[in-house]
């Protein structure tokens, strides 16, 4: 198998002394990251990314565009395990897709007495999760690249159309706001000059805005500012709970045992995790709500549920953190981010001078596979930090909110500033945060934007170059056979919300109610 | 909500209605592109009239369905929350670059700018004096460590020059 010999090369990469620090640095950051309330995995990787440009430019010794990557990735792995800790000892959860743990994490830990078990169950869970990802991963990622590099412009839109209707065919917000923001990401990223004709466009004049809006100030605002003013109205910061933050190693056999007992559901659930998080748009907060869902249908002790159940923080864990691996997979085979977080890392390699696609497969393997190998490494090590420091994690919730939210303010504005050195962009990332924090109230998903903003450009180039190639025809588009197959399957994606809208109004059902309030609340 | 949600509505089509006027070119590309190719404002233009119509949508689905009662806000004590943190952001991100306007040959200044440092240190300091209630010598000591901490940091760590004061540039400060 080539696969093995391309994986033990991407070992010798990660396990390099300096890519091994950073992974460390990155998995504590992320970790903190996680466990703060008001700064999300997203925004957290967002702020970080300017100084990657110095580790990719090789400013620390040996170090490179990979250890970038490896930096970048393991935040996001970090806040994936931190997110939960709040959630099961505060009932405050750090990140969206631990709020999931609020159902059953907090009771176990509370009413029953046993946070250790509970935030055992949860790790152990995840690093399974991720780990069954991880190897998915390894796997179907040089497969998928190199079909991926015989697309052309016509295969290319196709994949983008898909990705944009999976946001708007399986989004939990109503399609029509999802389509509203992703169109709006369109527009914002058309801002400036065409690449093709190299005509300026929507600057109004402004010469500042000819080379577009950039995508991290926006990012840091809609979602590191966005989250700040939006936590600030919950007031939920402030009030901690006093409970034991002690791991024993009592609590991880106890929790391996539970895992052994619910070994089909954390497989299952990790492995549909998987293809749920390889959906753009879809990253692990909608895969936490699914994995929970699905952990409620299939266990016999239902009425569990919703006190305490250990399935129902095994459950949705799995899930979340197998998505949250998996969300690479479109990204770096593809150039199509699974999740705003990896269209925060996507925007990063193109800020590095590379390439998202197969061609990194082909140009720098390295780069991949020490991504992939630094995968499995960064979850060992989130894994053995998180039983060890949950006490230190813990007592980051006791830093004043007087201190801690400006603190955020203040990196997140270094950190759009610092990209481009722009003041513009710091005035981009505060209106955007206003615009992030209404959205947010007004119910329109912010993914769609954040992903269609990163991939609008290629999708315009694509989409021209193949009406140039087909003379102006749109037929040209249905001249091969994939891309006919994936324009067809992205058009049945956006009229499922119009049909589920036509057939609840037959029963007399509200249209708004759809699938998504319905998995939000289950 | 209602009200909210149409005039959120209403802001998104106004924007789109803005875009498709820049972008009303979308209709006679200009000579210099390739054949079949439909122009630079082709794609804006149909991007903000889809942007355009799903906001409608939204609209006229937010007139039709039953909302609920209360407004956004639950009371006025969550909007203060919101405001003592929004306003605050907004004049800390103006006084680090100051405010003034240029014309061709003066710039005028209403605002000089504070830079990074100073405004940092303000801002932390009235957090933690106003949010925080804390004792002076605390919001003095917050006021003076944040800003030399991330000096450190950014500065000689990482070499990220971040905007400097109107007192940099007479030499009275080093940042």
Excluded at chain 1, 218 to 229: D, H, K, S
Excluded at chain 1, 275 to 291: C, D, E, I, M, W
Aim: hydrophobic share 55%.
């Amino acid at each position: 198998m080539e696969v093995f010999g391309q994986l033990a090369g991407g070992f010798a990469v990660a396990l390099h002394p300096i890519n091994m620090a950073m992974l460390f640095v990155a998995v504590v950051l992320g970790l903190v990251i996680g466990v703060l309330p008001g700064l999300g995995g997203t925004s957290g990787v967002a702020i970080l990314l300017p100084i990657t440009v110095f580790i990719a430019h090789g400013s620390l010794p040996g170090s490179d565009a990979t250890t970038a990557i490896i930096f970048l990735a393991g935040i996001y792995w970090g806040a994936l395990f931190g997110g939960v800790i709040t959630s099961i000892l505060f009932n405050i959860p750090g990140e969206p897709w631990a709020v999931v743990l609020l159902f059953d994490g907090f009771p176990l830990a509370k009413r029953l007495g046993k946070p250790g078990l509970a935030l055992a169950s949860s790790f152990v869970s995840s690093f399974l999760g991720a780990l069954v990802s991880t190897i998915l991963f390894t796997f179907f990622a040089l497969p998928i690249a190199l079909k991926a590099l015989e697309f052309g412009p016509a295969e290319l839109f196709a994949v983008f159309a898909l990705s944009f209707a999976t946001l708007i065919g399986l989004g939990a917000e109503a399609p029509m706001k999802s389509l509203a923001m992703l169109a709006l990401g369109l527009l914002l990223a058309a801002i400036g000059f065409d690449t093709i004709t190299g005509e300026q466009r929507l600057n109004f004049g402004q010469i500042s805005l000819l080379s577009g809006i950039s995508f991290v100030p926006v990012t840091i605002g809609l979602f590191g500012i966005g989250e700040i003013l939006a936590s600030a109205e919950e007031q939920g910061i402030g009030f901690v709970e006093n409970i034991s933050a002690r791991l024993g190693l009592r609590d991880v056999l106890e929790a391996v045992r539970e895992l052994r007992k619910r070994l089909r559901l954390v497989l299952s659930n990790a492995i549909i995790g998987f293809f749920f998080g390889v959906l753009p748009g879809h990253g692990a907060t909608a895969a936490s709500f699914l994995g929970y869902g699905l952990a409620r249908q299939y266990s016999k002790n239902k009425e569990n549920f919703g006190k305490g159940e250990i399935s129902g923080i095994m459950g949705p864990q799995a899930a979340a953190d197998s998505a949250g691996v998996a969300s690479l997979v479109p990204m770096i085979t593809l150039g199509i981010p699974g999740s705003p977080t990896s269209a925060v890392i996507m925007a990063g390699l193109f800020i590095w001078g590379l390439q998202p696609g197969p061609v990194l497969f082909i140009q720098h393997p390295d780069f991949v596979w020490g991504l992939i190998a630094s995968i499995y490494l960064g979850h060992l090590l989130t894994f053995v930090l998180c039983l060890l420091a949950v006490p230190l994690l813990a007592m980051i919730m006791r830093v004043p909110y007087a201190i801690i939210t400006p603190f955020i303010v203040v990196i997140s504005i270094i950190g759009s500033y610092s990209l481009n050195n722009s003041m513009l962009d710091v005035f981009i990332t505060v209106v955007f945060g206003v615009i992030g924090y209404w959205l947010r109230k007004m119910k329109y998903p912010l993914a769609p934007l954040v992903v269609a903003l990163v991939l609008g450009d290629s999708t315009e180039r694509e989409l021209r170059k193949a009406l140039i190639a087909g003379h102006g025809s749109p037929l040209y588009f249905f001249n091969s056979g994939l891309s006919t197959v994936l324009l067809v399957l992205a058009i049945v994606l956006v009229l499922i919300p119009l049909v589920r809208s036509i057939r609840a109004r037959r029963r007399g059902v509200s249209p708004t109610a759809g699938a998504g309030s319905a998995a939000a609340h289950p | 909500m209602r009200p909210y949600q149409v005039a959120t509505a209403a802001a998104i089509v106004l924007i789109a209605a803005v875009a498709m006027f820049d972008s009303r070119a979308a209709f006679n590309p200009s000579a210099s592109t390739a054949p079949g190719d439909v122009g630079s404002r082709w794609y804006p233009f149909w991007a903000a009239s889809i942007m355009g119509v799903a906001s409608l949508i939204v609209a006229y689905r937010a007139l039709t369905t039953p909302q609920a009662i209360e407004g956004v806000f639950e009371g006025s004590r969550s909007l203060f929350a919101v405001l003592k943190i929004a306003v605050p952001m907004l004049v800390y991100a103006l006084l680090i670059g100051g405010i003034g306007f240029r014309t061709t040959d003066f710039t005028y200044r209403i605002l000089p700018p504070f830079g990074f440092y100073l405004a940092t240190a303000l801002y932390m300091g009235l957090f933690a004096w106003w949010i925080g209630r804390y004792k002076i010598w605390w919001v003095a000591a917050i006021t003076v460590a944040f800003p030399i901490v991330i000096f450190a940091v950014f500065e000689i760590g990482f070499r990220v020059s971040l905007p400097k004061s109107f007192l940099y540039t007479s030499g009275l400060l080093p940042f």
